[in-house]
C-alpha cells in the first residue's frame, strides 16, 4: 500500500507516520510537507534510512505539485493544515489559503488519480463553544458553529471533503478530534508552552480567568483512532475523537503539570489578557467510534501528562529554537 501524508513533519502528521511505519513496516508512506515554522522535518530521520518512507516539500495549495505526489497513491490522510487559533488571530489568510484552498487541491487530485480512501484530519472546534453550565457534548449530529479563523476554515474543508463524497463519489473519511497533546508539539500550544516555560524558569500563562475547558487527548490515542476510522470507517461518515470523561479547566491542568514538576502553584501561574472570542468550553462524545469501531483511548490524563513532561525534559534541543519563535510570536501579539 502506498500512502501520502501532508503535514507529516507537523506533530500529529509526525506522531502519525512513527505509529504506522511501525505496525505497517511493508506500507509506502509519502511525506509531503511546506515545513512552515510547524514542521521539522529531523522527526523522522531514523526513517529516511529506510526505502518505504519519503519525504516531498511542497504545498497543497499547489495543484501540480500535488497532482504529481499523489500519482499511484492509495490512500491519503491529510493532517497539513495551519492549526494554531492565536495565529489565525494575527494572520487568517494563510489559513484559508492551506486549510481551504490545500484541501481543495488534494481533493481535485485524489478524485483524478482514484484514491481508495482520501481521510481528512480535522478537529472539535468546528462546532464552537459549549458553556460551562451545559453537560452537553459535542457529537456527529451537533451543528457546525466555528468562531475563529482557524476554526472556520476547517469547517470550511470539512464541507467541501464532504461535498466530493456526494457530488463525486469519492471514498472520504473525517475524525473530528479534541486537543491533542505529546511528544513532537510545538510550544506555541498551551501544554508544552507551560511544560517548556517551567523549565526555563518562567510562569505559566493563563488566559483570562483559567475556567475554559478543553477535552485533552494523548497524541497515540488519536493516532489509533486514524488507524481504526482508515481501517474500518465507513466513506462518507465523520467520526468524533474525545479524550476525557469528566470536564478539565485550563487552571487545573495547569496545576497538575506544576505537581508532576513539583513546583509550587502559588508562584508558577501568571493571568494575562485573554485570547479574542476565546471558546468557553469542548467536550467531544467519542460513543460512535467506540461502539462502530471499537476505539477508546488508552491513556489517561495523568499517565500522558507525564509521558510529555518527561519527552520535553529529554528533547531540549529539539524545542530551543522553536520556543524562542513562539515566544516572540507572542510578544508581537501583545503588541497589537
Ligand atoms: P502542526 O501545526 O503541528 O503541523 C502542521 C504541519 O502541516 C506542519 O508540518 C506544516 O509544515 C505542514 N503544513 C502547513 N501548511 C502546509 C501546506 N500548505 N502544505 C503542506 N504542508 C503544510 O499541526 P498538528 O497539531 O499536527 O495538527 C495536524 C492536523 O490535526 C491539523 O489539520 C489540525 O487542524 C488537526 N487537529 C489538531 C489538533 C491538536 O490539538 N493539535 C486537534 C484536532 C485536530
Ligand atoms: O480542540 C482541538 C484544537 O486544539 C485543535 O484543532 C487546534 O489545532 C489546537 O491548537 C487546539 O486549539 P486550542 O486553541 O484549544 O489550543 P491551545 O493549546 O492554543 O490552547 C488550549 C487552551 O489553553 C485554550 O483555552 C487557551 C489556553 N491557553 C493557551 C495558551 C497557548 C492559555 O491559557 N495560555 C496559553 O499560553
Known sequence: MKIL???????????????????????????????????????????????????????????????????????VVNFAAESHVDRSIANPRAFLETNVLGTYCLLEAALENKVSRFHHISTDEVFGALSLASKNKFSEQTKYDPSSPYSASKAASDHLVLSYYHTFGLPVTITNCSNNYGPYQY??????????????????????????????????????????????????????????????????????????MKKDPDKWLEFVSDRAGHDRRYAVSWQ????????????????GLRATVSWYQNNQTWWQNKKKEAESFYQELAKK
Open 187 to 260: 510550544p506555541e500550544k498551551f501544554i508544552p508552552r507551560m511544560i517548556t516555560n517551567l523549565l526555563l524558569g518562567q510562569k505559566i500563562p493563563i488566559y483570562g480567568d483559567g475556567k475554559h475547558v478543553r477535552d485533552w487527548l494523548y497524541v497515540e490515542d488519536h493516532v489509533r483512532a486514524v488507524e481504526a476510522v482508515l481501517a474500518h470507517g465507513k466513506p462518507g461518515e465523520t467520526y468524533c475523537v474525545g479524550g476525557l470523561k469528566k470536564d478539565v479547566n485550563n487552571l487545573t491542568l495547569a496545576k497538575a503539570i506544576l505537581k508532576i
Open 5 to 75: 501524508i501532508t503535514g507529516g513533519a507537523g506533530f500529529i502528521g509526525t506522531n502519525f507516520i512513527l505509529y504506522h511505519h511501525q505496525h505497517f513496516p511493508q506500507d509506502q508512506i509519502i511525506n509531503f510537507d511546506k515545513l512552515t515554522y510547524a514542521g521539522d522535518k529531523s522527526n523522522l530521520k531514523e526513517l529516511e534510512k529506510t526505502s518505504r518512507y519519503h519525504f516531498v516539500l511542497g504545498d497543497i495549495a499547489d495543484r501540480k505539485m500535488v497532482d504529481r505526489v499523489m500519482r499511484g497513491v492509495d490512500l
Open 288 to 303: 460512535k467510534i467506540n461502539q462502530d469501531l471499537g476505539w477508546e483511548p488508552k491513556y489517561s490524563l495523568e499517565e
